[in-house]
């Protein structure tokens, strides 16, 4: 898990998670820097990078692992294969990145995120359509993370 903005209160809820915290020191440049933050401490054999945006506390674990399974089955025929939800034609996210982007996640200065390699790579989108508007539906506040979840 990559931790920046207030890591400091992040950090103890993920204190007894089987999870490696990573901080991003450039984490105000923006969300680009974490992404590569995560990729670099990831394991030299993975086989790919789910982004996953901690802004979007809806997204359950069935959604994760459909996501996870349509990559595994794809990546047998297409070793550059990207995975991304979609809702109603609406792409969202988590997406999942082979690791065949790697370097080229890395060399990125976009700042927010992964997109132009989605769009660059077009050829290599696997869209999976799911019955869930969570892949949509991000807090930015604390306000908006009450009105999301409902408290």
Request: charged share 20%; proline share 6%.
């Amino acid at each position: 898990v990559v931790v920046g903005h207030e890591a400091e209160r992040v950090q103890p809820f993920l204190a007894n998670l089987p999870v490696n915290i990573i901080f991003n020191p450039e984490y105000a440049t923006g969300m680009t820097t974490s992404i590569q933050a995560g990729i670099r401490a990831a394991s030299s054999d993975t086989d790919g990078f789910m982004i996953c945006l901690s802004d979007m506390p809806l997204i359950e674990t069935t959604t994760y692992c459909t996501l996870i399974g349509a990559f595994d089955e794809k990546k047998k025929t297409d070793k550059a294969v990207i995975v991304q939800p979609v809702f109603e034609d609406t792409p969202g996210n988590p997406v999942i990145f082979s690791a065949w982007y790697k370097n080229e996640i890395l060399a990125l200065t976009f700042t927010e995120g992964c997109k132009p390699i989605v769009q660059k790579n077009s050829k290599h989108l696997h869209r999976i359509a799911l019955p869930t508007q969570s892949i949509l539906m991000d807090a930015d506040t604390e306000a908006a993370y009450s009105a999301l979840v409902g408290n």
